[in-house]
């Protein structure tokens, strides 16, 4: 991906981070606080990660992207 953005594969979640896996493997902790009162989110990211789920993150400010909600 071109600039600060990076695709990564969802290995874990850990309320209120997810972990992602970057193409490189490098492994990367996006806090995603602004969700954790939010347990349809939460249940939908571990529904999606057996299924391998890539999220667009930016490499900057450790956030996902917004076309990366779930």
């Known amino acids: 991906m071109m600039g600060t953005e ?4 969802l290995v874990e979640v850990k309320k209120p981070f997810i972990i992602l896996e970057t193409m490189d493997k490098q492994v990367v902790r996006i806090d995603v606080h602004e969700e954790k009162d939010n347990p349809e989110y939460w249940e939908a990211l571990e529904a999606h990660m057996t299924e391998g789920l890539y999220l667009s993150f930016n490499t900057k400010t450790k956030q996902l992207s917004t076309e990366s909600e779930v």
């Not at 990076?6 to 594969?9: M, N, S, T, V």
């Open 6 to 9: 990076e695709l990564g594969l």
